[in-house]
């Protein structure tokens, strides 16, 4: 059986709308709260194809990255570079969060999402998550036990395991290159996973996105619709502005060509709301349609989805001002500042899974003294941001190891710049 790319990517774009439609459809109806349908197709069979999905995404990130990130160390021609390439990935990451957290909280101010919400007084608890040290987060990115960090799915523990096992593997002479060649040929196989996994895609995206649609409240839309618009006008802008922008200036490459290449992995993240589980996805279209070498990818990539996360980040700036707002607080420019910081440092070391955001950002109202428990209005609608941010995350992600990869000689653009969709499964 043979599929290609293009069909693929086609099935995927028309389960995404057809969960629209479907989900949006059983919400306004009213249907979705009939207990047959919601007990047998909303949490019976949709959710359970999702879930399906869902999982078997995630059950290919560990042997993924470890494998190819492996292949990738070992294969690099000086392994200096890769010191080289981590430092300029770790800064251009931290540029794009800073920009994104700031763009935020500047149409935040100038739009006012807190402004005439009615706030009714909240007495739900939160637990406050303390954001760790920037010393803990270092000394937590070295395991203590290899086989612990990939059960528990620690990234930046495997990623630290997998760079010093490649490195072993380049000192070791013969029996480092009999090891690099079954590592490569697990990666092969590992690559043929990921694309028979994806067969189930089109299915996956549609059942995930049903259910979302179809049980949430769309009336809390409305009720907190200059947050929620608020929130997606700052992605949209990062999305289309600011990373095509970085894109063109810092490497030249064609924005227009990044984007056709790489929507199919927007559409992955939206659906699952998670860049941890869209990683397989977009490590496999970074080096087989954007033309980034393996080396560079699975390194900068797997980083990316742990640590990189500028969707969340626009999100918790325009939290912090919303929650400031309708909590009558001015914050100085000193706490602006300090917001920038903690959510920056935050997203380092927190898993890229649904929901956490909202997680991290108890950390952010907690450093600047705002309350905790104004976090329960915006949860309601949080799912839909989650997703959409999800999308830009992994953008983010992508874009920044372009840059980097192109400035280091390791993209090749008659990849990134051809529109050859080749076959991606055959059994
Ligand atoms: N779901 C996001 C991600 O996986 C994180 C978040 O903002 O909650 O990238």
């Known amino acids: 059986m043979k599929i290609s790319n293009a069909k693929l990517t086609r099935n995927i774009l028309i389960g995404m709308g057809l969960g629209l439609i479907l989900g949006l459809a059983l919400n306004f109806s009213g249907l979705q709260k009939n207990e047959w349908i919601s007990s047998l197709f909303i949490e019976g069979v949709f959710d359970l194809v999702g879930n399906i999905f869902v999982r078997s995404l995630k059950l290919l990130v560990v042997p993924l990255v470890f494998v190819s990130l492996v292949c990738g160390t070992a294969a690099m021609d000086d392994v200096r570079k890769l010191g080289k390439i981590g430092i300029k990935t770790m800064g251009l990451y931290l540029l794009t969060t800073c920009i994104a957290i700031s763009l935020a909280m500047g149409l935040a101010f100038i739009f006012k999402p807190g402004q005439g919400v009615a706030v009714a007084e909240t007495t739900d608890s939160i637990s406050i998550t303390e954001a760790p040290s920037i010393w803990e987060v270092i000394t937590n990115m070295f395991p203590t036990n ?24 380049v000192v070791s002479g013969k029996p480092g290159q009999r090891i690099l ?14 694309m028979i996994l994806m067969l189930i895609a089109p299915y996956g995206v549609f059942a995930k996105i049903t259910v979302v649609f179809a049980v949430e409240g769309v009336d809390a839309i409305w009720q907190l619709g200059r947050y929620f618009f608020l929130v997606i006008l700052a992605l949209v802008l990062h999305a289309v502005i600011v990373y095509p922008s970085l894109l063109k200036l810092l490497s030249g490459l064609s924005p227009i060509r990044f984007l056709k290449n790489f929507y199919k992995v927007q559409i ?14 977009t490590l496999e279209t970074a080096e087989k349609k954007l033309g980034v070498n393996n080396s560079t990818a699975s390194f900068t990539i797997p980083l990316g989805a742990t640590i990189n996360m500028d969707g969340t980040a626009i999100m918790q700036g325009v939290a912090t001002i919303f929650i400031a ?13 300090m917001v920038i910081v903690t959510a920056t440092l935050a997203s380092i070391g927190t898993a890229g899974v649904p929901g956490v955001g909202l997680v991290m950002l108890t950390m952010v109202l907690n450093q600047v003294g705002l309350p905790i428990e104004k976090i329960s209005l915006i949860i309601g609608i949080d799912r839909i941001l989650d997703m959409i941010r999800t999308a830009v995350n992994v953008t983010g992600d992508a874009a920044v190891t372009c840059i980097v990869a192109k400035g280091e000689g390791q993209l090749d653009e008659s990849i990134y710049n051809s529109d050859t969709q080749e076959e991606v499964a055959r059994s």
């Open 146 to 169: 290899p086989v612990q960090a990939m059960a528990e799915g620690s990234m930046l523990q495997v990623i630290v395991f997998s760079i010093l096992f490649g490195l072993a593997i």
């Open 181 to 194: 060649s079954i590592f490569t040929d697990l990666n092969e196989i590992v690559l043929k996973l990921v």
């Open 268 to 281: 992955f993240a939206f659906s699952t709301a998670s860049s941890n589980a869209t990683l397989p996805v």
């Open 325 to 337: 707002q309708i909590s009558g607080v001015d914050l100085t420019i000193g706490q602006l500042l």
